[in-house]
T-cell receptor, first 113, second 114 residues
């Protein structure tokens, strides 16, 4: 079945460091890909998305490019802030016509000042 | 500016007790979802309702029932709670089930079964 694999956390960085959180997927068909972010005590919020190969999603300084050849959708940010501390989830939707989101296990990110 | 509202936020139950988790959205969305979040496992879909009057099983439906009461409300019921159902439960909604429709999540219900 469809699945999403994220790099294991937790990830701890200093403020202004570069961030990459790896995400790879297995799916039939051509899924849409998403990154969601969960701040402490809150629900998930959509961070960015890409719906076809080579699309780049971006928001709040974060970027991810849909790479069909490597089945990847890595999340990147050039300079992280303390306020970026959260849990990040990679997800896919719609592969093979399935009407549901499939989530990765989540990566906890902590940014120290 | 409520979005998706879940009640209660916290609940402790004894094994065998029943409980209904409530969810309401004020965005006029057609589709609604219930997920559970467990450590190291991301979110898993329990049930969803593509539109008012329809419900379908997700990945982990056993032990749960749902009711799409109207377009705004989608409840999740545990008839006989078990310790394995200890989890954080999230309700979500979207305009529709198409892959360009982002899901909007509530803040979650933290449920402990003793």
């Amino acid at each position: 079945g469809d699945s999403v694999t994220q790099m294991e956390g937790p990830v701890t960085l200093s403020e202004e460091a570069c961030l990459t959180i790896n995400c790879t997927y297995t799916a039939t068909g051509y899924p849409s890909l998403f990154w969601y972010v969960q701040y402490p005590g809150e629900g998930l919020q959509l961070l960015l998305k890409a719906t076809k190969a080579d699309d780049k999603g971006s928001n709040k300084g974060f970027e991810a490019t849909y790479r069909k050849e490597t089945t990847s959708f890595h999340l990147e940010k050039g300079s992280v802030q303390v306020s970026d501390s959260a849990v990040y989830f990679c997800a896919l939707y719609g592969a093979g016509g399935a009407q549901k989101l499939v989530f990765g296990q989540g990566t906890r990110l902590t940014i120290n000042p | 500016n409520a979005g998706v509202t879940q009640t209660p936020k916290f609940q402790v139950l004894k094994t065998g007790q029943s409980m209904t988790l409530q969810c309401a959205q004020d965005m006029n969305h057609n589709s609604m979802y219930w997920y559970r979040q467990d450590p190291g496992m991301g979110l898993r879909l329990i049930y969803y309702s593509a539109s008012e009057g329809t419900t379908d099983k997700g990945e982990v439906p056993n032990g749960y029932n749902v009711s799409r009461l109207n377009k705004r409300e989608f409840s999740l019921r545990l008839e006989s709670a078990a310790p394995s159902q200890t989890s954080v439960y999230f309700c979500a909604s979207s305009v529709g089930t198409g892959n360009n429709q982002p899901q909007h999540f509530g803040d979650g219900t933290r449920l402990s079964i003793l």
